[in-house]
């Protein structure tokens, strides 16, 4: 396997081996698996349409396992959470900063909605320069360690092609901010989910494995598994 096809991460290659197991061929359904399947078809659509499902309506569809598989899901990431609570002192220092700016451009705002103009205008610049200081400081944390990246919303970058900027979009967030401002975490290295998106998922893995026949893999006859399996083992002994 060449350098550019092999995975780099212990999860591509585990994404690798789950792709190569869902060849399975549709199952033909029994009465009660057919309205099982359409229940889960309408959660998924409540679900994406960010409705919430009550657990007792996944209990009641989901089979003891897999409902199971959802309540470990959750706890894992309640646990995520907590343990993201000691976060390192330049982040906590970055949010003191933002909130400064937020609570100043907040109080320009509403003296502008008041008419007040020349006050508005004036808590509008201390704003800005509110928001250029946490900036100022944001980048000289990431330069200093890059790896303090991974506790924001979104890449961090200081280029000429950056979308960083000083208002309220552009500012990054940190994960375990509750602003509703703050990007997808899914490409976070901590991959912080909601609980509606470890419900999607679950709801959606059962539909998976109702629908469809679990493939029996024979290894030996598959090289591109063989090989991945084979990376698997040796990256785990590293």
Do not use: C
Request: avoid cysteine; glycine fraction near 2%.
């Amino acid at each position: 396997m060449n350098a550019k096809s092999k995975p780099k991460t212990l999860s591509d290659i585990r994404k690798a081996i789950a792709k190569a197991g869902k060849q399975g061929k549709l199952r033909k359904l029994s009465a009660a698996e057919s309205k099982t399947a359409e229940k889960l078809k309408t959660m998924i659509a409540s679900l994406k349409t960010g409705k919430n499902v009550q657990n007792r309506q996944l209990k009641t569809w989901l089979t003891a396992a897999q409902y199971q598989h959802l309540i470990d899901n959750w706890e894992a990431q309640i646990a995520l959470r907590l343990d993201s609570k000691q976060k390192p002192e330049p982040i906590n220092k970055y949010q003191d900063l933002l909130r400064v700016a937020i609570f100043t451009y907040n109080k320009a705002d509403s003296f502008s909605n008041r008419g007040k103009h020349d006050t508005a205008s004036k808590l509008f610049n201390q704003a800005d320069g509110h928001f250029e200081r946490a900036l100022e400081h944001l980048q000289e944390t990431i330069e200093h360690d890059p790896s303090l990246q991974t506790w924001f919303d979104r890449p961090i970058s200081f280029d000429h092609k950056s979308d960083l900027g000083l208002d309220f979009d552009s500012m990054p967030r940190v994960i375990v901010s509750r602003s509703h401002f703050g990007q997808s975490t899914k490409s976070s290295v901590l991959s912080f989910q909601s609980k509606q998106d470890v419900k999607l998922q679950s709801v959606e893995a059962a539909l998976q494995e109702l629908l469809y026949e679990t493939p029996d893999i024979d290894v030996s006859k598959s090289s591109k598994l063989s090989k991945l399996l084979k990376q698997l083992d040796e990256q785990d002994d590293d």
